[in-house]
Each structure stands twice: as C-alpha cells, then as structure tokens.
C-alpha cells in the first residue's frame, strides 16, 4: 500500500531563512505521482508542484525548489529566504497505480511558521 | 466559476441529525473528489466520480456517508445520524484527468468545517 511520511509536524524559522520540508513516500508502482500542496490558514489547499516517478530533474520556480530522489523515495521541498506570507501548512501527496493514478494519498503535513 | 464552490463553510448540526454538504466544481472538470480533513487523522480520501463511472466510494468510513453527483456537474457529500467523530473540514476537490491518464492536478474548495455537538 502506498504511503506518505511527513515526519516533521512543525517547523518555526525567521523571516529570510531557508528551510527544508522532508517527504518520504513508499509504493511498490514503478510509475507514480508526488505532489505538494500549501494550505493557508484561509483553508483551500493550493497545488504547488507535480512530478512524475521517471523525471528526477530537480526543479526551482522562484524562492521553491524541490529535490525528488527515488534512491531515497523522498520528495523535499526547499524555500529560500522565507517569508511570512510561506506560513501555512505544506502537504505532501503521491498517486499510484493503487489509486488509478487519481486519488491523492497525502502525508499529515508540515505547519511552517515564519516570524518577523 | 473560477474556482472549486463548497457550501455552507461552516456547519454546526446536532449528534444524530443529517448533513448535507455541497461541491460545485470547476466547469468543465470530469474528475470530482471527495477528502475529509480532521486533527490527528490528516487528509482521507472519500469518494471519486469520473464522468459517467460508477463512483470509487473506497474511502467511505461507514455506510452513513453517502455522495451523488447529478448531471456530471454538483455534488452533494450527505452524512445521516452524524456522530461528533464526524467533526471535520471536508474539502471537494475537481480536475481535467481521466482515471488513468496521469498523475491528476486537483483544485481544492475551502472546504466545509463540519462541527457535530
């Protein structure tokens, strides 16, 4: 059965530091989907990024970048020079053959706050 | 609409009366997903329609939650004899993907908190 590990409940850091948010996930499909999602305290889960299990390209949009590893089946999320505006909580997600590659198994997130 | 529609955002109800809560998604969108979010428990998976599928209601906790989805468009999540462990945020969720053709971008409502006193 697949299975996503966000091991970090909470994390707090300065406005302008870098932070990392570790995703660990377990399938037995060689072909399968991660995603991360933000959600502010508003409530709606904003989607962030999708990688596919065959591109283990690292990808930077900005201030993010994510660090996809299948020897280690993790999937960080890295934010640079944090902001305020970052608080939320960050969920990591996979979707696999188990699921028709539709439905969404998430981790239990990480609440990120970022003080002034 | 521009986004995911949910409805009410809140909801406080009785133990034991029923619930109604409503999705309409993103037009256009053939995938249409149910997901429960509660403390401890983290996001659950609820139900999915497909189009014109039988829907997976694999995620379905008990056989008072039920869901419809009329004419491929509004759907409606309804929770009979609600209990106060039924307390939560349900969260709709809609995309484009067909089941199967790939990993499936999802848009998400606010969500619907459900509080069951």
């Known amino acids: 059965a697949q299975k996503v590990t966000q091991a970090q409940t909470e994390i707090s850091v300065v406005e302008k530091e870098d932070v990392t948010l570790d995703c660990v996930y377990e399938?037995?499909?060689?072909?399968?989907?991660l995603f991360w999602y933000k959600q502010p305290p508003s409530g709606e889960l904003v989607f962030l990024i999708r990688?596919?299990?065959?591109?283990?390209q690292n990808e930077i949009s900005g201030r993010y970048s994510w660090n996809f590893q299948k020897s280690t089946s993790s999937f960080n999320f890295t934010i640079t020079a944090s902001q305020v505006v970052d608080s939320a909580v960050y969920f990591c997600?996979?979707?696999?053959?188990?699921?028709?590659?539709?439905?969404?198994?998430f981790g239990k997130g990480t609440m990120l706050l970022v003080s002034p | 609409g521009a986004g995911v529609s949910q409805s009410p955002s809140n909801k406080v109800t009785e133990k034991g009366k029923d619930v109604e809560l409503r999705c309409d998604p993103i037009?256009?969108?053939?995938?249409l997903y149910w997901y429960r979010q509660s403390l401890g428990q983290g996001l659950e998976f609820l139900i999915y329609?497909?189009?014109?599928?039988?829907?997976?209601k694999s995620g379905l906790p008990s056989d008072r939650f039920s869901a419809e989805r009329t004419g491929g468009s509004v759907s409606t999540l309804t929770i009979q004899r609600t209990q106060q462990e039924d307390s939560a945020v349900y969260l709709c969720?809609?995309?484009?993907?067909?089941?199967?053709?790939?990993?499936?971008?999802?848009?998400f409502g606010q969500g619907t908190r459900l509080t069951v006193v």
């Open positions: 969720a809609s995309s484009l993907a067909r089941a199967g053709a790939g990993g499936t971008e999802a848009f």
């Open positions: 399938t037995r499909d060689t072909t399968y989907y």
């Open positions: 990688r596919n299990s065959f591109d283990e």
């Open positions: 997600a996979l979707s696999d053959m188990n699921s028709g590659y539709s439905t969404l198994t």
């Open positions: 037009s256009g969108h053939t995938a």
């Open positions: 329609f497909q189009g014109n599928s039988a829907p997976d």
